[in-house]
Each structure stands twice: as C-alpha cells, then as structure tokens.
C-alpha cells in the first residue's frame, strides 16, 4: 500500500489504520495527501484497484479571502501557522502526538489552490480503480459537506456526523 500524507505531517496513516485497505494495490492520502494519492493513481501505470481519499483536502468553496489569510499566516509564522493547523485538524478532540515536519509555502499555495476536477477522478474509474472517500462532518479544516456532495458521483462515501478531520470521534 501507498500512502500520503498531510500537510506538514508525517507517518499520520496511523489515525487510519481501522478503514486503510492493506493491498499493494491501494493507493491512499489524508487531506493533502489525498490530492497527490489522486495524481499519483491518474497518472500511475501500476496495477491500482484502490484509491482511499481521507478528509480530501477541498478549499475550492473558499473565498480568495480565506486563502489569502493563510498564506499571510504563514508567511508571518510558519510554526504558529502549524501549531494551528495541527489544533484545527483535532478540533473539537484534544490534541494528539503527531509527527511533523515544516510544511512549504508552495505546498500550502497547492494545498489551498488544488480544485478536485471531473477529469482527474474520470480518469481514475476509466483504470477500473475504485474510489473510497472518508469524511468527517464536524470536520474544522475542509467544507464536508461540498466534498461529500462533490465526491458522490465518483466514489463511495463515507459520512461520519460526529467525526473531525482525522476521523475521531468527539463528544
């Protein structure tokens, strides 16, 4: 299995492990990892039978304003801009031990800019690679619900109602 990881993270596959196919034919990410996990299988000429996507980075409902706030953030202090990222990704669930590394301004301008296209997840099915999205509906980083209705004609959803952006569960 192929995995990616999210912004400025490294070995998150682990928050997952309970919905992660282990095949050597999945390919999966987590949130910025989603969209390379998507390239790497459109564009792949390995056998792929699976592509799990979770909490698909989706920013294209964002207003440019939003966007603009956090480049400036970051560029105005990139570990704080992580720090509360990281807090973000957790929310409303207490914090966990992550592995992390300083993520890049262009990774964030990618991050931020990426629009999930018909013609990239088009290609993807035309392989025969199946399609798994998992979301988390009290999700504080991405609109979960514009990429659960985005993602509906392409791939098996799953909707979590009480779920944040790693899937967890919180009261």
């Known amino acids: 299995m ?4 999210g912004f400025s ?8 492990d309970a919905y992660l196919v282990e095949s050597d034919y999945t390919v999966a990410g987590f949130s910025y990892g989603a969209i390379k996990a998507a390239r790497h299988a459109a564009n792949s000429t390995s056998r792929i039978d699976t592509l799990q996507l979770f909490s698909p980075a989706f920013f294209q409902t964002a207003k440019s304003s939003f966007k603009r706030l956090q480049l400036a953030s970051f560029i105005s202090d990139p570990v704080n801009y992580r720090e509360r990222f990281v807090h973000g990704c957790f929310a409303p669930c207490e914090v966990q031990h992550l592995d992390l590394k300083m993520g890049t301004m262009d990774e964030l301008e990618e991050v931020l800019n990426f629009v999930w296209e018909d013609l990239l997840l088009e290609k993807i099915l035309e392989k025969g ?6 979301l988390g509906m009290k999700d504080h980083i991405i609109d979960a619900a514009a990429a ?4 509906l004609s392409y791939a098996t959803v799953t909707s979590m109602p009480l779920r944040n952006h790693f899937l967890q569960e919180c009261t």
């Open 148 to 151: 659960r209705a985005f993602f």
């Open 9 to 16: 993270l490294i070995n998150d596959q682990r928050f997952f």
């Open 129 to 134: 690679i199946r399609i798994e999205v998992y």
């Open 2 to 5: 192929t995995f990616y990881s």
